[in-house]
């Protein structure tokens, strides 16, 4: 029982790498977005933190 290894058509190969790439620009991009998010999310916290102090030092 032996295997045989046959190499890829390079069309397929070169498309599956087109393919690759695409996912991993979209991955990026994904990334960047909950990048985006987290950051806008950190900021909203110390506002309402800066805010509840002062509101604190106020009283």
Not at 2 to 27: A, C, G, K, W, Y
Request: net charge positive.
């Amino acid at each position: 029982m032996t295997h045989q290894f046959s190499i890829p058509d390079p069309e397929v190969t070169q498309r599956l790498l087109i393919n690759l790439r695409r996912s991993r620009l979209s991955i990026e991009a994904a990334t960047l977005e909950l990048e985006n998010i987290t950051i806008q999310l950190d900021q909203e916290n110390q506002q309402k933190r800066l805010l509840r102090l002062q509101q604190a030092m106020g009283r």
